[in-house]
């Protein structure tokens, strides 16, 4: 396993289209979160899942935001009607949800995807 | 809601010098993690070092340590014998057992030859 993988890298969309992007986790973790980073600051929560669940979503997540995990194995976020605020990197980050020695509570991050909204 | 202080917007040393960095927290919980994570430019965040907070001693990880007062609510990172691949933005960050993870808005550290 190499590790969390995000697709695309890079998008750039012109403001009102939607954008989706892709989290491949690492295969044994069970939990996969999303966050967002803006230039200098540090990430901020969207949402998780454990398996296919989605367990908590924050505020930030708008009505135009949407994420998915269909199988409990790979999840989307997908953006509606983009907005030059939603510029930013998405960030995917996996982990074990569950007790015991396994689980030291580490979030493994992926390289994150940039979304430009023009 | 948990909040995660980092007051040090910038910091620099000079390589092979020691340097720390503060993060402050607050919480009701008693049992919970806190971490710090580094980004280095436009790379992804690895974990530097973890502390369960039921732990009262204080985590090492070869010339990474930290100071972590519970009563206080502080985690500070100290750097020994800094390297110039130590540059990056650091993050400290706070988790509820088995929730989401939080953290603060970074400290970005620069280490000068």
């Known amino acids: 396993d190499t590790g969390v993988s995000q697709d695309p890298r890079h998008k750039i969309t012109k403001r009102g289209q939607n954008v989706t992007f892709r989290c491949d986790p690492i295969s044994e973790h069970n939990r996969l979160y999303w966050y967002r980073q803006t230039l200098g600051q540090g990430p901020e929560f969207l949402t998780y899942?454990?398996?296919?669940?989605?367990?908590?979503k924050s505020r930030l997540l708008s009505d135009r935001f949407s994420a998915e995990r269909p199988k409990g194995s790979f999840s989307t976020l997908e953006i509606q009607r983009t907005e030059q605020g939603d510029s930013a990197m998405y960030l995917c980050a996996s982990s074990w949800g569950l007790a015991g020695d396994s689980n030291t509570g580490e979030l493994f991050f992926g390289e994150g995807s940039r979304l430009t909204v023009l | 809601a948990q909040t995660v202080t980092q007051s040090q917007p910038e910091m620099s040393v000079q390589e092979a010098e020691t340097v720390t960095l503060s993060c402050t927290y607050d919480t009701s919980e008693n049992n919970y993690y806190l971490f710090w994570y580094k980004q280095p430019p436009s790379r992804q965040m690895i974990l530097v070092i973890r502390?369960?907070?039921?732990?009262?001693q204080n985590a090492t990880e070869n010339r990474f340590s930290v100071n972590f007062q519970k009563a206080a609510k502080s985690f500070s990172l100290k750097i020994s014998d800094s390297q110039l691949g130590d540059t990056a933005m650091y993050f400290c960050?706070?988790?509820?057992?088995?929730?989401?993870?939080?953290f603060g808005a970074g400290t970005r550290l620069t280490v000068k030859p």
């Open positions: 502390q369960e907070a039921y732990k009262q």
């Open positions: 960050a706070f988790m509820k057992l088995y929730n989401d993870m939080r």
């Open positions: 899942f454990q398996n296919e669940a989605q367990l908590e």
